[in-house]
């Protein structure tokens, strides 16, 4: 009998509840401090920007947390989303090893963001908000937030960085096809983008001012509170759906994952997709799960950075995480993969990094891209530039079988498609692709710029 390729969940088999981890850690998660006093920060201190589900849910100790079936309704628009065997890129690679993947790119916005867009607008609107603000560097996110506001009646205003809202007008013509307001930023629209401009009028921007000027926004409009895509507990909590719905595929498929790779920038996707699975390690069912995270080697948070309290944000308004971090000060070379330029990591991913129970390796784009084109033509699917990290590591890991003879199962996340990203695909097969070796000095520069903290 034929094996079986694609493993369907009905939609009456969609989980109904998160998986939030903060119970089952093995020793709890440092507290986030207030930038001004050193102090942990109280649901007070972010109820001007979050509404206080979400601030509920960043420091809960549920073990499960309810979909709202509001939420639930939207999910199902996409959701459950397939796992797939990669039956093809197995053969192509002669490897012994069990290779699957949890593909998100099925999503109206192609990636596993309105995962948490989704929620976080649902929750806004139940508190009476109107609008939301945020940043957004390529787009991911900027488009995922655009598409979960319109579902719910919110206004959404994103500031995209002004030399990606110039060079790629594709996510903004999607956030805009949403009903979203996008502005380039710097922006005339706050303080922080006018003060920027009249500076510099042609600055081409970055996250940090971006951020700057959405939570302005926000700040000052009663009416408008600010989201986040990535890193923060709640974020993770609502991506767990990916993990539990391929944790019951996994089951179908009649297999347990030896190793699970992803990509993680904030770190979001990958959390969501290995956290229902880690539960097991941490409870000693499958002690020897290897869970493993894939960064640039152009920004090697886990790899290279210190684990200490730093800002969220480049501009130093957020409290502070404790996490690896090259230093809020920061700024990656301009790879493609934007979605994983970012300075820190999520507190939880690191927290688990420092426990020792997930591991971290960097990789090159070039090397990358290389993988990348090796699954669209097994798979057939085009990965985005930033789970194609995940896809270098897992053919990596299949390669490894091959030397042993070992049949292991991995399990891989791929958390969009790249139909965005064709231009770095271009770049790579006209031999264009840069690597860059990012100096120890520039490092340690950064790191300079950590804020102090009060023992
Ligand atoms: C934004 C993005 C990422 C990186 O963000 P995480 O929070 O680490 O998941 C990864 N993959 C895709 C497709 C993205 O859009």
New binding site residues.
């Given amino acids: 009998m034929a094996e079986r390729r694609k493993f369907l969940l009905d939609e009456s088999e969609m989980p109904t509840s998160w998986y939030n981890v903060l119970p089952d850690l093995p020793e709890p998660l440092p507290p986030v401090l207030h930038p001004a006093t050193g102090k942990p920060v109280t649901p007070d201190d972010l109820a001007p920007i979050f509404p206080m589900a979400l601030i509920e849910q960043e420091m809960s100790q549920e073990r499960w947390i309810e979909i709202p079936e509001e939420v639930q309704e939207v999910y199902k628009l996409w959701r459950p989303t397939p796992l797939f065997r990669a039956k093809r890129l197995e053969e192509a690679l002669d490897t012994p090893a069990r290779i699957y993947y949890k593909y998100e790119g099925v999503s109206p916005p192609g990636?596993?963001?309105p995962n948490t867009a989704v929620a976080q607008a649902y929750y806004n609107k139940k508190e009476g908000v109107k609008r939301l603000t945020t940043e957004t560097g390529a787009g991911?996110?900027g488009s995922a937030l655009a598409f979960g506001c319109n579902l719910f009646g919110l206004e959404c205003k994103v500031y995209m960085v002004k030399v990606s809202y110039h060079q790629k007008p594709y996510r903004r013509v999607l956030m805009e096809t949403w009903g979203a307001k996008v502005v380039p930023s710097p922006s005339e629209d706050t303080e922080a983008g006018r003060k920027v401009l009249q500076e510099d009028p042609d600055c081409p921007g970055s996250l940090g001012i971006a951020i700057s000027e959405a939570v302005e926004d926000a700040a000052t409009h009663d009416d408008t509170n600010y989201s986040l895509?990535?890193?923060l507990n709640h974020v993770l909590l609502h991506q767990t759906i990916v993990g539990l719905e391929a944790k019951k595929q996994m089951e179908m498929a009649g297999d347990y994952p030896d190793i699970i790779v992803g990509?993680?920038?904030?770190?979001?996707?990958?959390a969501g997709l290995f956290l229902p699975f880690i539960k097991d390690k941490l409870e000693g069912k499958k002690e020897d799960l290897r869970v493993i995270c894939v960064e640039p080697e152009a920004c090697p948070t886990l790899t290279k950075g210190p684990y200490a309290y730093d800002y969220g944000d480049e501009a130093g308004l957020t409290p502070l995480l404790k996490m690896y971090t090259l230093g809020h000060n920061f700024v990656p070379p301009p790879i493609h993969a934007g979605?994983?330029r970012y300075h820190g990591m999520a507190p939880i991913i690191c927290h688990l990094y420092n426990l020792g129970k997930v591991e971290a390796v960097a990789r090159h784009q070039t090397q990358v891209f290389e993988a990348a084109i090796k699954f669209a033509r097994a798979e057939g699917f085009v990965p985005?530039p930033?789970?194609a990290h995940a896809v270098r590591v897992t053919i990596e890991e299949a390669l490894k079988c091959k030397e042993s003879g070992e049949p292991k199962v991995i399990l891989l996340a791929l958390?969009?498609h790249g139909h965005f990203d064709l231009a770095a695909y271009d770049a790579y097969l006209a031999g264009k692709l840069e690597d860059y070796e990012l100096p120890k000095e520039e490092i340690e520069e950064a790191l300079k710029g950590l804020p102090k903290v009060p023992a």
């Fill in positions: 990636s596993h963001k991911q996110w895509g990535s890193v990509c993680i920038g904030g770190g979001s996707n990958f979605g994983l985005a930033e789970p958390s969009g």
